[in-house]
Structures are given as structure tokens and as C-alpha cells.
Nanobody, 126 residues
Framework: VQLQASGGGLVQTGGSLRLSCAASGRTISMLTMGWFRQAPGKEREFVAATKWRGGASYNGDFVKGRFTCSRDDAKNTVYLQMNSLIPEDTAVYFC????????????????????WGQGTLVTVSS
């Protein structure tokens, strides 16, 4: 499967963006799909994930109800709706695909994912 992330851009503090991750080559319906981000000079960190049976998990340190991860298996696409953005959210956002059997704690670890998209840049101005 190949992943193509899109939807990034420049937004002011308090604004919203919706990121999309379109998959091709294979259906994602049986896969765990994750979102990670990497800010300049920082490690890649977990943002959100959705498992093949639905539901989502989030990084409780900074998401705090602002982001929603969803999937549309019919469109083979995963979304990350981001609201109330702040400058600290500035980063390259990556989507990734992993096994359906990942347990919740594993979905938060980048090494659990086998396939990565190229990333989309989100810049939040103050």
C-alpha cells in the first residue's frame, strides 16, 4: 500500500485544518492507521490512530479534544481533523499503516508501523 498525505498549510492560531491520507494499492479496511508529527529539531511523536474495527486513540499530552481521527474505508482514506490549532502544533504530519493486530499501546509507537506517507507540513502562526 502507498500513502499520500495532504491538507497541510498555513493557518492562524485557533484555526482548523483537515488532513487526509489517501491509500492506494491495497484496501486499508483491515489495517491500523496512525498519524504522527515531527517538529523541527524534535523526535517524531504519536498524534492519533484508528484501528480496523473503528474507534480512535489520541496523544493525551497535547490533543486534549482538539483533534479527531476518522477513516472512510470505502474511500480508502483516513482523516485528521484539527481544531483550535496553536503554534506548538507546527510540524510535518505523517500518516502510517500497520497491522490490524496492534494493541492500543503499540499504535502509539512509530516502529509499529510498516508503511509511511511522505508527510504534509502544518504551520500555525501566532
Amino acid at each position: 500500500v502507498q500513502l499520500q498525505a495532504s491538507g497541510g498549510g498555513l493557518v492562524q492560531t485557533g484555526g482548523s485544518l483537515r488532513l487526509s491520507c489517501a491509500a492506494s494499492g491495497r484496501t486499508i479496511s483491515m489495517l491500523t492507521m496512525g498519524w504522527f508529527r515531527q517538529a523541527p529539531g524534535k523526535e517524531r511523536e504519536f498524534v492519533a490512530a484508528t484501528k480496523w474495527r473503528g474507534g480512535a486513540s489520541y496523544n493525551g499530552d497535547f490533543v486534549k479534544g482538539r483533534f479527531t481521527c476518522s477513516r472512510d474505508d470505502a474511500k480508502n482514506t483516513v482523516y485528521l481533523q484539527m481544531n483550535s490549532l496553536i503554534p506548538e502544533d507546527t510540524a510535518v504530519y505523517f500518516c502510517a499503516a500497520g497491522s490490524r493486530s496492534l494493541i492500543t499501546s503499540a499504535t502509539m509507537t512509530a516502529s509499529s508501523y510498516d508503511i509511511w506517507g511522505q508527510g504534509t507540513l502544518v504551520t500555525v502562526s501566532s
